[in-house]
């Protein structure tokens, strides 16, 4: 079959894959091209050739900066960011978990739910920042953006648990009580280790479209700034752009690292579940 | 009595509008092995639901052991039912899978998982303790959801569909291997099933339902002997179905042929009426012999099946019949599509048939 494969490809192999690899180039070379530069001497530099080799842009990157405070507005980025993806995962996993049965009203709840992906984001920031100032509470990032972010990711979280009951095979649960569980041992023991990658997923989805979230905190952060907001302040007042580069490299190493973590985690318990297993008969 | 046993008095299960299964009253016997044979829809699996627990029942009672359990639910009947597809838990090792119940009861990790083990060796998977369920193939998934089901000692094992999901060669040895754990535990095993052939393989006695009914309760034998309805005849396969309209002398059918009998059947209000006879029973030769039908059948198809060889034919009156001649008889004297011959039947062979069901759809 290889051989076959090698000998005799379809006619369109050749152009399709030019246009995969440009595709790739066209992804990840802005990436890369950034990582490298960010690597530049301290006098700067916005291009190649590079002005020497340092850290001395990643070093500024945690120094307070007179235009802007980077250490700062990531706390609050990654504070945010998690405490959104908590209320998301929990309050999708109940949703999901009630919308299991038909009840009284779930359509239109859903519809409502939904209503918020659509609206453009801007418009619900500026709502959200109205509305506080007009109940005379001063928004912040906190509560204010906080919310403002659960409007974007608490569809999505829904979605996905939706997607995820609609496949979930209903003779596990009655297996369970069948051999006597309570409902919520039912839930403890079955559903839930059986639903949990899902709901990594959800976590991970929803920590992401927080941690970058732009129009929607846009109106609601208040005083202090979340990263994204940080970043955009930073680009109309930073002198030298090397920061930035310094700065995309980071989040990027950041988001690799999530990734592979969770992939050699899978992997290894793959590894470990096939080990045990015997291999005869 | 002996442990084990269940009643159905006069079960009944509606959805909505529709009725699943009408009326049923059935007695199974501590310690045997019961087939619910019938096709898909016929009130077979939901029968077996209602015994576990899993479908609530419209009407009537459910007895085990002479206790009525209709309103309990699953785990206090002392049943344990394993799914068609076995339902093990994916994110559970077997010897977990099995111990499962045993965790639920509150028995410490120690205990349960050597009484686990010790189910496993039951059902010879002991060494796959570790291994997960999709690490396993169809045959051992199934030995795991049986000791699974095995572990809490129940009074009944509830089986639905157990083989379907397996080749036919593994069928046979797992069906083989039911069976050898059935007698030695001595517990009930109540085993849906759409073949015949399983049914007639495992059980002591096989319930035959259709359309939400029960029609015929017997021994294997007594089933394919002495089928009670034209159902019952068509479903089990190697039955022709004769009718006719009684008269004083036998049962007549097409324009003239008169068929004797050797016992009346019931004929409905015209005096229409049926008999069941066995395929293998019926004597085809190209030559008329004393028992035969006075006037040739035409054979419009031979099949070769081994041991046996499948005739079609028809006689000029119309009326069809379906032959299973040995392959030894075959070979004396092979009969070809086109050719005329004479068939014959001892009349005692005839079986009268209940009237009022319907034949089984599309045999």
């Given at each position: 079959?290889?051989?076959?494969?090698?000998?005799?490809?379809?006619?369109?192999?050749?152009?399709?894959?030019?246009?995969?690899?440009?595709?790739?180039?066209?992804?990840?070379?802005?990436?890369?091209?950034?990582?490298?530069?960010s690597?530049?001497?301290?006098?700067?530099?916005?291009?190649?050739?590079?002005?020497?080799?340092?850290?001395?842009?990643?070093?500024?990157?945690?120094?307070?900066?007179?235009?802007?405070?980077?250490?700062?507005?990531?706390?609050?980025?990654?504070?945010?960011?998690?405490?959104?993806?908590?209320?998301?995962?929990?309050?999708?996993?109940?949703?999901?978990?009630?919308?299991?049965?038909?009840?009284?009203?779930?359509?239109?709840?859903?519809?409502?739910?939904?209503?918020?992906?659509?609206?453009?984001?801007?418009?619900?920031?500026?709502?959200?920042?109205?509305?506080?100032?007009?109940?005379?509470?001063?928004?912040a990032?906190?509560?204010?953006?906080?919310g403002?972010?659960?409007?974007?990711?608490?569809?999505?979280?829904?979605?996905?648990?939706?997607?995820?009951f609609?496949?979930?095979?209903?003779?596990?649960?009655?297996?369970?009580?069948?051999?006597?569980?309570t409902?919520?041992?039912?839930?403890?023991?079955?559903?839930?280790?059986?639903?949990?990658?899902s709901l990594?997923?959800?976590?991970?989805?929803?920590?992401?479209?927080?941690?970058?979230?732009?129009?929607?905190?846009?109106?609601?952060?208040?005083?202090?700034?979340?990263?994204?907001?940080?970043?955009?302040?930073?680009?109309?007042?930073?002198?030298?752009?090397?920061?930035?580069?310094?700065?995309?490299?980071?989040?990027?190493?950041?988001?690799?690292?999530?990734?592979?973590?969770?992939?050699?985690?899978?992997?290894?318990?793959?590894?470990?579940?096939?080990?045990?297993?015997?291999?005869?008969? | 009595?002996?442990?084990?046993?269940?009643?159905?008095?006069?079960?009944?299960k509606?959805?909505?509008e529709?009725?699943?299964?009408?009326?049923?009253?059935?007695?199974i016997?501590g310690?045997?092995?019961?087939?619910?044979?019938?096709?898909?829809?016929?009130?077979?699996?939901?029968?077996l639901?209602?015994?576990?627990?899993?479908?609530?029942?419209s009407?009537?009672?459910?007895?085990?052991?002479?206790?009525?359990?209709?309103?309990?639910?699953?785990?206090?009947?002392?049943?344990?039912?394993?799914?068609?597809?076995?339902?093990?838990?994916?994110?559970?090792?077997?010897?977990?899978n099995?111990?499962?119940?045993?965790?639920?009861?509150?028995?410490?990790?120690?205990?349960?998982?050597?009484?686990?083990?010790?189910?496993?060796?039951?059902?010879?998977?002991?060494?796959?303790?570790?291994?997960?369920p999709?690490?396993?193939?169809?045959?051992?998934q199934?030995?795991?959801?049986?000791?699974?089901?095995?572990?809490?000692?129940?009074?009944?094992i509830?089986?639905?569909?157990?083989?379907?999901?397996?080749?036919?060669?593994?069928r046979?040895?797992?069906?083989?291997?039911?069976?050898?754990?059935?007698?030695?535990?001595?517990?009930?095993?109540?085993?849906?099933?759409?073949?015949?052939?399983?049914?007639?393989?495992?059980?002591?006695?096989?319930?035959?339902?259709?359309?939400?009914?029960?029609?015929?309760?017997?021994?294997?034998?007594?089933?394919?002997?002495?089928?009670?309805?034209?159902?019952?005849?068509?479903?089990?396969?190697?039955?022709?179905?004769?009718?006719?309209?009684?008269?004083?002398s036998?049962?007549?059918?097409?324009?003239?042929?008169?068929?004797?009998?050797?016992?009346?059947?019931?004929?409905?209000?015209?005096?229409?009426?049926?008999?069941?006879?066995?395929?293998?029973?019926?004597?085809?030769?190209?030559?008329?012999?004393?028992?035969?039908?006075?006037?040739?059948?035409?054979?419009?198809?031979?099949?070769?099946?081994?041991?046996?060889?499948?005739?079609?034919?028809?006689?000029?009156?119309?009326?069809?019949?379906?032959?299973f001649?040995?392959?030894?008889?075959?070979?004396?004297?092979?009969?070809?599509?086109?050719?005329?011959?004479?068939?014959?039947?001892?009349?005692?062979?005839?079986?009268?048939?209940?009237?009022?069901?319907?034949?089984?759809?599309?045999?």
């Amino acid at each position: 079959m290889a051989a076959l494969g090698k000998t005799k490809r379809k006619a369109g192999f050749i152009p399709l894959t030019i246009i995969f690899i440009l595709f790739i180039v066209f992804l990840y070379g802005p990436t890369a091209t950034i990582a490298i530069l960010s690597f530049q001497g301290p006098e700067g530099g916005l291009t190649f050739p590079m002005n020497g080799v340092s850290l001395h842009w990643f070093r500024q990157l945690f120094e307070e900066q007179q235009v802007g405070d980077f250490g700062g507005s990531l706390t609050r980025s990654l504070l945010l960011g998690l405490s959104v993806m908590l209320c998301t995962a929990v309050f999708s996993l109940l949703a999901g978990l009630a919308y299991r049965r038909s009840f009284k009203g779930g359509d239109a709840l859903f519809y409502l739910t939904l209503v918020s992906l659509i609206l453009p984001s801007i418009l619900i920031s500026l709502g959200i920042g109205i509305m506080f100032d007009r109940i005379g509470l001063s928004p912040a990032w906190y509560s204010s953006a906080f919310g403002a972010h659960l409007t974007w990711t608490l569809p999505f979280g829904l979605l996905i648990m939706f997607a995820v009951f609609n496949r979930f095979n209903k003779s596990y649960e009655a297996a369970a009580i069948d051999m006597g569980a309570t409902a919520w041992q039912t839930f403890r023991l079955v559903v839930f280790p059986l639903i949990l990658p899902s709901l990594i997923g959800v976590c991970l989805f929803g920590f992401t479209l927080s941690y970058d979230e732009f129009a929607r905190t846009l109106m609601t952060a208040g005083t202090f700034n979340t990263q994204p907001l940080e970043i955009y302040g930073m680009t109309t007042n930073v002198t030298t752009p090397v920061l930035f580069y310094a700065l995309g490299t980071m989040t990027t190493l950041f988001s690799f690292t999530l990734i592979s973590s969770a992939l050699i985690a899978i992997w290894a318990v793959r590894k470990s579940r096939a080990r045990k297993a015997p291999t005869g008969v | 009595m002996k442990k084990g046993s269940v009643e159905l008095v006069g079960v009944v299960k509606r959805y909505g509008e529709s009725t699943a299964v009408r009326n049923i009253d059935l007695h199974i016997e501590g310690g045997s092995y019961c087939c619910l044979l019938g096709p898909s829809g016929c009130g077979k699996s939901t029968t077996l639901r209602m015994i576990a627990g899993h479908e609530s029942v419209s009407e009537g009672d459910i007895l085990l052991n002479n206790r009525n359990v209709t309103t309990l639910p699953p785990r206090k009947r002392g049943t344990a039912l394993m799914f068609q597809n076995y339902a093990l838990f994916p994110h559970l090792n077997s010897l977990d899978n099995v111990a499962f119940s045993l965790k639920i009861a509150g028995v410490s990790r120690q205990e349960r998982h050597s009484r686990a083990l010790e189910m496993l060796k039951l059902v010879n998977m002991e060494s796959f303790f570790e291994a997960f369920p999709e690490q396993l193939s169809g045959g051992q998934q199934q030995r795991v959801a049986l000791a699974r089901a095995l572990i809490n000692q129940p009074e009944v094992i509830l089986l639905d569909e157990p083989l379907s999901a397996l080749d036919p060669f593994l069928r046979t040895r797992m069906r083989a291997e039911l069976k050898r754990i059935q007698q030695q535990l001595g517990i009930t095993f109540i085993h849906v099933t759409h073949s015949q052939e399983e049914a007639f393989a495992l059980a002591d006695q096989v319930v035959v339902m259709n359309n939400g009914y029960i029609e015929q309760v017997d021994k294997p034998i007594g089933i394919f002997s002495r089928p009670s309805t034209a159902f019952v005849a068509s479903f089990i396969g190697g039955h022709n179905i004769i009718e006719g309209t009684l008269t004083d002398s036998g049962l007549t059918t097409g324009d003239e042929r008169l068929i004797r009998l050797e016992s009346t059947p019931l004929g409905d209000t015209d005096n229409k009426a049926a008999v069941s006879l066995r395929c293998d029973r019926i004597q085809i030769s190209p030559q008329p012999f004393e028992s035969a039908q006075p006037d040739p059948m035409r054979v419009e198809s031979v099949e070769y099946q081994g041991s046996y060889v499948h005739l079609r034919g028809q006689f000029s009156d119309g009326l069809g019949l379906s032959v299973f001649q040995s392959d030894a008889d075959y070979l004396a004297a092979p009969l070809n599509a086109g050719d005329q011959a004479f068939v014959g039947w001892r009349h005692t062979d005839l079986n009268p048939l209940r009237p009022g069901s319907d034949i089984a759809p599309g045999l």
